[in-house]
């Protein structure tokens, strides 16, 4: 289902509901990252150092903002109790996690599970199946309802979910809605819990980028809205760096319907492409020190930034073209806030060397995220 016409009109019957939503739980993803700053004053031990397991409390604040805007639904994946592993909220997360798992063991080495059952890929199947089974009774309540809504002609427009938006399209397909919920929730949770991770931790290795970031957001306590994020320029800068650096999806992939030429080589329809995308945003021909985190060069000069004037395709962490990432804008955007949140109360340091991506499908940072949150008084 993922190529082809039937999934562009799929694509599209997402995509532009999507934005709406997102406005519309603005003020819920702000109350989400709050949430995550109130977890980490939990867990931290006495020399204020998050546990080892600190990645999975970052998975758990995306699939908060995840739900919320896909289900309408706050799920209590940070509550300060816990969650039960019995829970629906727990299985699907025990599901997730599971599923990831079993993708990455899958996707090592030769592809046994080609031929055989093999028993990565029977986690993954049972796993998925978790997973499937939680959504679905999301499903079904949201189709319940939507019906009693109808019937009691109540105005559909208000608050209404991104599911429930997708429902109401009649040229969509139940079975192509789970599809789509579950491409967001196993792909785009761990992009965007890989992004945040790298992100606490190049601003923990760069004190003088932090204090730059402080300064910024700072401006901004109290009630935050869109517009301010839209100011937020040094901390925009240090999100699309650090994508430029250590990007979760290092690789994108094609499968031509066409024969195309590229640079007088003629490639034949059927062909399957690979781009190195990560390689080339590592160009020094493109990036001048590239290897470090420099959140300025994205920066025009009156902000202190060199104002580089980059070529479009340098540095391409969504993709580009109609099967780029659809959700972009929701991404940069939690991000920004809970960033913003975080930092207003925080400051971040790791003493455990150098982190790296694993850069394999689902990319995971190699080394636990014990980050240290000191707390600004
Ligand atoms: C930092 C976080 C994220 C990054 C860097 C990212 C990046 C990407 C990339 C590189 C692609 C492939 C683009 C291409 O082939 O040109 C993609 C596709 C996609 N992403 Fe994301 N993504 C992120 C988070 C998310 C989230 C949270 C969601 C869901 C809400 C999401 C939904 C999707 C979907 C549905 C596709 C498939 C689009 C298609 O095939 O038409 N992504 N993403």
Redesign the pocket.
């Not at 962490?317 to 959700?327: D, E, S």
């Given at each position: 289902l993922?190529y082809g016409p039937d999934?562009e009109k799929l694509?599209k019957s997402v995509e532009q509901p999507l934005q709406k939503v997102v406005s519309q739980q603005f003020d819920k993803i702000v109350a989400i990252s709050e949430e995550f700053t109130e977890r980490i004053l939990t867990i931290r031990n006495k020399q204020e150092e998050v546990p080892n397991y600190f990645k999975n409390e970052i998975y758990k604040w995306c699939l908060e903002c995840?739900c919320s805007?896909t289900l309408n639904k706050k799920l209590g994946f940070l509550d300060l109790c816990g969650l039960s592993s019995t829970s629906d909220p727990g299985r699907l997360l025990d599901g997730l996690i599971g599923a990831t798992k079993a993708i990455r063991k899958c996707e090592y080495g030769f592809h046994l599970w080609k031929f055989m059952e093999t028993p990565a890929w029977k986690a993954l199947v049972r796993n998925c199946g978790i997973i499937d089974g939680v959504l679905d009774k999301h499903i079904q309540r949201a189709m319940s309802n939507l019906r009693e809504r109808k019937d009691k002609r109540s105005n559909l427009d208000n608050n209404i979910s991104l599911l429930e938006v997708l429902l109401l399209k009649e040229e969509v397909a139940a079975e192509d809605v789970m599809t789509?919920l579950l491409?967001?929730f196993l792909?785009?949770?761990n992009?965007?819990a890989h992004?945040v991770a790298f992100i606490f931790y190049h601003l923990a290795r760069n004190p003088r980028c932090q204090i730059k970031l402080y300064e910024e957001i700072r401006q901004f306590e109290g009630n935050l809205n869109k517009e301010d994020v839209n100011k937020m320029k040094y901390l925009n800068a240090c999100i699309k760096e650090t994508?430029r650096l250590d990007?979760?999806?290092p690789i994108?992939?094609r499968h031509l319907n066409n024969d195309i030429v590229i640079n007088h080589y003629l490639i034949p329809k059927g062909t399957h492409i690979l781009f190195a995308t990560h390689l080339n945003s590592m160009r020094e021909e493109y990036f001048e020190d590239a290897l470090k985190f420099k959140p300025e060069r994205w920066l025009a000069n009156e902000l202190g930034g060199f104002g580089n004037d980059f070529q479009v395709f340098a540095s391409m962490?969504?993709?580009?073209?109609?099967?780029?990432?659809?959700?972009k804008e929701?991404?940069e955007l939690e991000?920004a806030l809970l960033l913003a949140k975080v930092f207003q109360k925080f400051k971040i340091e790791y003493n455990y060397g150098d982190m790296q991506s694993s850069n394999e499908l689902l990319a995971s940072p190699t080394k636990p995220l014990k980050f240290r949150f000191i707390h600004r008084i």
């Open positions: 993922r999934w694509r995840l805007v789509v491409d967001m792909i785009g949770i992009a965007t992004t994508l990007p979760p999806i994108l992939s962490p969504f993709g580009h073209g109609p099967k780029a990432c659809l959700a929701l991404v991000i």
